[in-house]
Nanobody, 115 residues
Framework: QVQLVESGGGLVQPGGSLLLSCAAS????????MGWYRQAPGKQRELVAI???????KYADSVKGRFTISRETANNKVYLQMNSLKPEDTAVYYC?????????WGQGTQVTVSS
């Protein structure tokens, strides 16, 4: 069984920054992709940023230039540095892992951008 534990959400003013962290634990043999999705109230869950096979990264157009995904491969950790936050970034952010055993999700961490 794989567990994903997220941390780092909170309340921040527009223009501020937050760092989200996600740690995967369990019997993971191969990771195919690991990254972040978000879901705002009344909206579908959407991709924010993700590492895919071969260390490629993919970002949503709405966060390019403001968010940066990074990882510690040896420790199965992934981070999301969020800068220049906007009210429209307000959502629950979920860590996502595609691995040899399937797909796993974290419990989610709330990010609220408001003055």
């Amino acid at each position: 069984q794989v567990q994903l534990v997220e941390s780092g959400g909170g309340l921040v003013q527009p223009g501020g920054s937050l760092l989200l962290s996600c740690a995967a634990s369990g019997s993971i043999f191969s990771i195919y992709a690991m990254g972040w999705y978000r879901q705002a109230p009344g909206k579908q869950r959407e991709l924010v940023a993700i590492f895919t096979r071969g260390s490629s990264t993919k970002y949503a157009d709405s966060v390019k230039g403001r968010f940066t995904i990074s990882r510690e491969t040896a420790n199965n950790k992934v981070y999301l540095q969020m800068n220049s936050l906007k009210p429209e970034d307000t959502a629950v952010y979920y860590c996502n892992l595609n691995w040899n055993g399937g797909t796993s999700w974290g419990q989610g961490t709330q990010v609220t951008v408001s003055s």
